[in-house]
C-alpha cells in the first residue's frame, strides 16, 4: 500500500518537474538580461499573440459590460480584447505595474493634463487616427504643439441627483415653512439651504432618514468631494483671479471660496441620513443604495450613477422623478450656474507597444465609436454621452441622467461648470484633501485647518 | 495535581474561549445569507425574513469573481508548487549537505539568508524579471515559487539530512549505487516525515498568498486572496454580500484541509518551528 | 563518495537554483542598486546616490509614522501574543477533558489567509464599533487594537501549540523534585518551568516578532492605513510609496531596503540575545 502511495507520488512529481523544465525554465537562456530583453521578448511572441489588444479599463462599474464587448468584437473581427479593469481608486497603481510588463496595455487612460505629464512617454500621437477626425470638438483633446495624445471618449455631468416624488411630497406638506413650490424654483445656495432643511425638520412625515445621502469618506470614496465638489469653488477661484488653467499659475491656490465648500459641504453632512462621525465607513454605493430605496431626497453624483441606482433591489425611484440640480455654494450669480460638465476620461494608444499593436488598438476604438454595433453598446450598455459625429442626433443614452445632462447642456442661458479638476495636483494631494474632510465631520479638525491642508498639498505635490 | 476542584471551571472557560475562537467564521457565515445592505449595520443579528436572501451573495460572488476559476489556479499554483519545492529542494538540500565545499556552503547562507528577506525587498525586480521570462502566468509562477520557497525548505531538509547516519549511504555506495538512484531509493523515503512538515508549511503560505501572486499574475489570473480583495473596489462598489459569501466559500477548503489532516498538519508546524 | 557526487552538481542544484537565482538572487541584487537610482521601468534607471534615502525620511513623515506604528504594533502583539498562548498551552497540557478538541479549535484561524482574516474582522470590528456610532477607520487607536486583536486570534493557537510541544517535553523528574521541595505552583512556573521552556519561548518570540513586523494583508484588509495613513504598516507604506505615486519607485525601493535591514537586524539581536539565555541555564 504504502509503496504505491510512494510510487504514485514519485510518478507525479516527475511529471512535474517534467513540465517545468519545459516550460518554465527552459525559457531561461539569455533573456536574464532584463535591460535590453524587452523589445526582442515581444518579437518572439508576437508571431502568436499579435491578435489581441489589451485595454485597461478605468471604469469598475462598466467592467461586465467591456466583456461582452469583447466576445462580440471577437466575433466580428477575429481580434481578441483582453480588458482588466482597475480597481477603484487603483488605477494609477496598476497603470504603473502593467505599463512596465512586457506584454503592456495597448489602450489606457489619461486623466488630463496631469496625467499626460505622467504619462507621457507613453502616449502615442493620435493626430492621424480615425476617431480623431471624428472628434466633435477637437479643443476636448489632449494636445501639444507635437500632436493629439488624448481623446475623450465620453461627456459626463454631475450635481445634485434628486428624487423628484419626495421633493413633490415637500412642496405638498401643510407643514412647510418655505415658500418654494417646485424644484425649479431653487436656483441658489439659500434657497438650496432653506428647503434642505425645512425638509430635515418635516423627514418624518417625509418618511425619510434624511434629505441627502450619506457623505461617503471612505478612503477610496471620496472623491466626490475632493474632486468633484471641490471642483466648483476652485472654478470660481480660477475665474476671478484669471487663471490661465494651462500655465505654472496654477502651481499655488488661495482656496478663497473654501466657505462656499463649507457652506455645501456641512449642509450635506447636517442634512444626512447618518451621524456624520460615521461617514468614514461609508462608499458611494451606500449612498446610492440609500437613494435608491428612498430613504433621502438627493445625493451628489453624476450620471454614471444610473446603473448603480438601477441595480439596487428594491429601488424605489422613478425613472421619471430623477433630475439633476446644480451644486450651490453661494457664489454670487450663481442662479445661472449648471452643472459640472466635462470629462476626465482620455483615451490614450501605448507608443511602447509594436506599430501593429497600435494600429489594432485604434482600429477597435473606431469600432467602438463608429459601428452600429459598437454604438448600440456605447449608448445603452456603457449609456456613455459620446463626444463624437459619428453618433446622429437621436443616438444618445437613453438612461434619465444622461439625458438630463445631454438637456443640461443644450440649455442656453446658464452656465456649465467645466471639470477643472483634472489639473488637480496628484491623487495623494486628493487622498489628503480627503482625510483632513474625514477629520473635520468626526471633529478633530478645524475648517481652517482643511483649508491650510488643501493650500499646502497643492503646493507640495505642484513641485 | 491540586486543583482538581478547579476542573469544572478551567472547562468552562475553555469552552468560552473556544466559541470567542469560533465565533468570527460563524457571524461571517450568518452574513453571508443576508441582503447585502443590512450587513455592515447589524452583524450580529440573525438573517430575519426582511433579511434573509438566501444564496444570492454566492451566486453573485461566484459570477463577479469567477470564483471557481480563482479556485482552479489556487489549487493548481498551490498543489504543483509545493510538489515542485519538495522535489527540487530535497535533491539540492541532499547534495549540499553531503558534499561540502566552498560553494555549496556559500549556496546553504544564501539559502538561509534568503529567509529573512521580507517580500517588498524584491516585490518590483522580482515581478519584473517574471514577467521579462514570461512566467507570469499560472505555470510560469511555480517556478517562482520554488525559487522564492527553496530557503526554508532547504533549511528545513538539510537540518534533518544532517541527523541521517553517513553509514547508510556509505553501504549503498558500496552495492554500486549512483547518487542519483540513492537519493531516490534511499534517501528520499527517510526524508518523509519532514517533507511533510514542508509540503504544509508551504501549503499555507503559497495558498493564503496575496502579494506576491497578485504582482505577477494578479491582473489576469486571480487566485483567491485576490479575488476576494478585489471585491472592495473591482466592480464600481462593494457588495458587502458578495463579500461574505466568497469570505465562507475560501475559508471551507482550508476547514476541510484542516479538519483531514489535522494530525500532520499540528505535528507539521511543531517540528518546523523547532527547526525555523 | 564527494567526488562521485561532485558531477551530480547539475543535476541536484541547478534547477532549484535557477528558480532562486530568477526569484530572489537577481530580484534582490537588482533591488539594492535600484534604490540608488530613479527609475520607473528597470531600463532608465539613473544613478542618484543616496537621494532617495534622505527622501524617504525627508519628504513627508509616513516612514517614521509607519515605523512607529509597527514597532508599537510588534512589541505589544508579541507580548500580548505569548503571554495568552502559553497560559492556554499551561492550561491544555492539565489532562482536561477535550484537550484534542480545543487545541484543534485554537489553531484553526492560522489557516485563514491574512486579506480573508482582516475582512472577517472588519467586519466584526466594525460591528461592535458602530454600536458607539463610529468604526474603525475613525481613530487610529481603532486600527491599532483591531490589528493587534486580529493577530492574536490569528497567533495563538500556533504558538500554543509550540508551546505545548515544549511542555509535554519537559522532564518530569525536575518538576516532581521541585514540587518535592516545597516549591509553589507559581515558584515552580518561573524557577523551573520557564527556564526550561526557554527554546520554545525564543521561537515564539521570533516567530511573533518577525510575523508582525512584516505583516501586510492584515493591515490591507483591515484598515488600509485608514484613517489617513496613520494605521499603515511599513510593509503597506513601502508598497504604496512604490506602486502609489509616480516618480517614488527609487524612495520605495530605499525604504524596502531600509526595511529589510531592520527585520535582519532585529532577528539577529533577538537570535543572540534569547540563545545566550538558553545557554546559560
Not at chain 1, 211 to 233: C, Y
Not at chain 1, 306 to 330: C, Y
Not at chain 1, 346 to 352: E, H, K, Y
Not at chain 2, 143 to 153: C, E, N, Q, V
Request: proline residues 3%.
Amino acid at each position: 500500500m504504502k509503496s504505491i502511495k510512494k510510487s504514485i507520488l514519485l510518478i507525479s512529481v516527475l511529471a512535474i518537474s517534467l513540465a517545468f523544465t519545459s516550460c518554465g525554465f527552459g525559457s531561461d537562456d539569455g533573456s536574464v538580461n532584463d535591460n535590453t530583453g524587452n523589445s526582442s521578448a515581444d518579437n518572439n511572441t508576437s508571431d502568436n499573440k499579435d491578435n489581441s489588444i489589451y485595454y485597461l479599463n478605468f471604469k469598475p462599474e462598466v467592467a461586465q459590460i467591456y466583456e461582452e464587448i469583447a466576445k462580440t468584437y471577437k466575433q466580428e473581427t477575429g481580434v481578441t480584447l483582453n480588458v482588466v479593469t482597475a480597481a477603484s481608486g487603483t488605477y494609477e497603481q496598476t497603470l504603473k505595474s502593467e505599463i512596465a510588463k512586457a506584454d503592456a496595455p495597448a489602450i489606457f487612460q489619461i486623466n488630463g493634463p496631469k496625467g499626460y505629464a505622467s504619462w507621457k512617454n507613453y502616449c502615442a500621437d493620435l493626430s492621424d487616427t480615425e476617431i480623431y477626425q471624428h472628434l466633435t470638438d477637437k479643443e476636448l483633446a489632449i494636445k501639444n504643439d507635437d500632436g493629439v495624445y488624448g481623446i475623450p471618449y465620453v461627456v459626463e455631468g454631475y450635481g445634485i441627483i434628486y428624487n423628484e416624488k419626495i421633493m413633490d411630497e415637500y412642496f405638498e406638506l401643510d407643514t412647510k415653512q418655505t415658500d418654494v413650490d417646485s424644484v425649479d424654483e431653487i436656483n441658489n445656495f439659500e434657497t438650496l439651504s432653506a428647503v434642505v432643511e425645512d425638509m430635515t425638520a418635516n423627514k418624518d412625515k417625509l418618511g425619510i432618514d434624511g434629505v441627502f445621502a450619506s457623505t461617503s469618506l471612505k478612503s477610496g470614496d471620496d472623491w466626490r468631494w475632493h474632486t468633484h465638489l471641490a471642483n466648483i469653488p476652485l472654478y470660481y477661484e480660477f475665474l476671478e483671479n484669471n487663471i490661465d488653467l494651462s500655465s505654472d499659475s496654477t502651481n499655488e491656490i488661495e482656496f478663497s471660496k473654501d466657505e462656499g465648500f463649507k457652506n455645501i459641504f456641512d449642509l450635506y453632512i447636517n442634512n444626512s441620513t447618518v451621524e456624520p462621525k460615521i461617514l468614514g465607513t461609508k462608499q458611494t454605493a451606500d449612498s446610492m443604495a440609500e437613494f435608491a430605496l428612498g430613504q433621502c431626497a438627493m445625493v451628489q453624483n453624476g450620471n454614471w450613477a444610473w446603473e448603480q441606482i438601477n441595480d439596487v433591489s428594491g429601488n424605489t425611484v422613478n425613472e421619471d422623478d430623477i433630475g439633476f440640480l446644480p451644486i450651490f455654494i453661494g457664489e454670487e450669480g450663481e442662479e445661472n450656474q449648471g452643472i459640472a460638465v466635462g470629462t476626465e476620461n482620455f483615451l490614450a494608444i501605448n507608443s511602447q507597444v509594436s506599430e501593429e499593436k497600435q494600429k489594432l488598438a485604434s482600429d477597435f476604438l473606431y469600432w467602438l465609436y463608429s459601428s452600429e454595433k459598437g454604438k448600440d453598446y456605447v449608448i445603452n450598455e456603457l449609456g456613455f454621452i459620446a463626444p463624437f459625429d459619428t453618433f446622429s442626433e437621436d443616438e444618445k443614452p437613453t438612461d434619465p441622467l444622461a439625458r438630463e445632462v445631454v438637456e443640461w447642456i443644450e440649455e442656453d442661458d446658464v452656465t456649465n461648470i467645466p471639470w477643472n479638476f483634472t489639473i488637480f495636483p496628484s491623487q495623494n494631494f486628493k487622498d489628503e484633501f480627503g482625510t483632513a474632510l474625514l477629520q473635520y465631520v468626526q471633529g478633530k479638525k478645524e475648517w481652517t485647518d482643511v483649508k491650510e491642508t488643501v493650500v499646502e498639498k497643492w503646493k507640495a505635490e505642484s513641485k | 495535581m491540586t486543583d482538581t476542584k478547579k476542573r469544572p471551571l478551567l472547562f468552562l472557560f475553555l469552552i468560552l474561549l473556544s466559541i470567542v475562537f469560533v465565533a468570527p467564521v460563524i457571524i461571517v457565515l450568518m452574513n453571508s445569507f443576508k441582503g447585502q445592505f443590512y450587513i455592515s449595520s447589524s452583524p450580529f443579528d440573525f438573517p430575519d425574513e426582511k433579511t434573509f436572501a438566501g444564496l444570492v451573495n454566492y451566486t453573485n460572488g461566484i459570477k463577479k469573481i469567477k470564483f471557481f476559476s480563482a479556485f482552479f489556479y489556487s489549487l493548481i499554483i498551490t498543489v504543483f508548487s509545493v510538489a515542485g519545492i519538495l522535489f527540487f529542494t530535497s535533491m539540492t538540500a541532499w547534495y549540499i549537505t553531503r558534499c561540502k565545499n566552498f560553494i555549496t556552503t556559500i549556496l546553504y547562507y544564501m539559502f538561509v539568508f534568503s529567509m529573512i528577506v521580507p517580500f517588498q525587498m524584491v516585490m518590483f525586480t522580482m515581478s519584473k524579471i517574471a514577467n521579462t521570462l514570461r512566467l507570469d502566468n499560472p505555470l510560469g509562477i511555480i517556478a517562482i515559487y520554488i525559487g522564492f520557497g527553496s530557503g526554508l525548505s532547504i533549511f528545513m531538509f538539510s537540518g534533518f539530512i544532517k541527523s541521517i547516519p553517513l553509514e547508510i549511504e556509505e553501504a549503498a555506495t558500496i552495492d554500486g549505487c549512483n547518487p542519483i538512484q540513492m537519493f531516490f531509493q534511499i534517501i528520499l523515503p527517510i526524508l518523509k516525515p519532514t517533507a511533510v512538515t514542508v509540503a504544509i508549511l508551504n501549503t499555507m503560505w503559497i495558498w493564503n498568498d496575496y502579494l506576491l501572486p497578485y504582482l505577477v499574475i494578479g491582473n489576469k489570473y486571480k487566485t483567491i486572496p485576490i479575488a476576494v480583495q478585489y471585491l472592495q473596489g473591482g466592480y464600481g462598489s462593494r457588495d458587502m454580500g458578495a463579500l461574505m459569501a466568497m469570505l465562507v466559500l475560501s475559508i471551507i477548503p482550508i476547514i476541510i484541509f484542516y479538519l483531514s489532516c489535522q494530525k500532520h498538519i499540528i505535528k507539521g508546524v511543531v517540528s518546523g518551528s523547532v527547526k525555523g | 563518495m564527494q567526488k562521485t557526487l561532485k558531477k551530480y552538481f547539475a543535476f541536484f542544484v541547478l534547477p532549484t537554483l535557477t528558480a532562486f537565482a530568477v526569484a530572489f538572487i537577481i530580484p534582490f541584487v537588482m533591488g539594492v542598486y535600484l534604490s540608488f537610482t530613479e527609475f520607473t521601468t528597470v531600463a532608465d534607471a539613473k544613478w542618484v546616490g543616496f537621494s532617495n534615502y534622505i527622501k524617504a525620511f525627508r519628504d513627508n513623515d509616513d516612514f517614521i509614522n509607519a515605523l512607529w506604528f509597527t514597532v508599537k504594533f510588534t512589541v505589544v502583539s508579541v507580548l500580548l501574543i505569548n503571554i495568552i498562548s502559553f497560559l492556554i498551552a499551561l492550561l491544555l497540557t492539565r489532562k482536561i477533558k477535550g484537550t484534542n478538541i480545543f487545541r484543534t479549535i485554537f489553531f484553526m484561524p492560522n489557516l485563514i489567509g491574512g486579506i480573508v482574516l482582516g475582512y472577517i474582522w472588519q467586519l466584526i470590528i466594525n460591528g461592535v464599533l458602530l454600536k458607539f456610532g463610529v468604526d474603525i477607520t475613525f481613530d487610529a487607536k481603532y486600527g491599532f487594537w483591531g490589528l493587534v486583536i486580529l493577530m492574536n486570534w490569528q497567533m495563538i493557537g500556533y504558538m500554543m501549540i509550540i508551546y505545548i510541544a515544549g511542555i509535554q517535553n519537559l522532564p518530569g523528574d525536575v518538576l516532581e523534585a521541585a514540587r518535592i521541595d516545597g516549591a509553589s505552583g507559581i515558584q515552580t512556573l518561573f524557577k523551573v518551568t520557564i527556564p526550561l521552556l526557554m527554546p520554545s519561548i525564543t521561537i515564539c518570540t521570533f516567530l511573533t516578532l518577525t510575523n508582525s513586523f512584516k505583516m501586510f494583508d492584515q493591515n490591507l484588509a483591515l484598515t488600509g492605513g485608514a484613517p489617513g495613513k496613520e494605521t499603515q504598516m511599513l510593509a503597506l507604506d513601502i508598497y504604496n510609496t512604490f506602486y502609489g505615486r509616480i516618480g517614488y519607485e527609487g524612495v520605495g525601493q530605499a525604504k524596502a531596503v531600509i526595511f529589510f535591514i531592520l527585520v535582519a537586524v532585529i532577528a539577529g539581536i533577538q537570535l543572540l540575545f534569547t540563545r545566550s539565555k538558553e545557554v546559560e541555564q
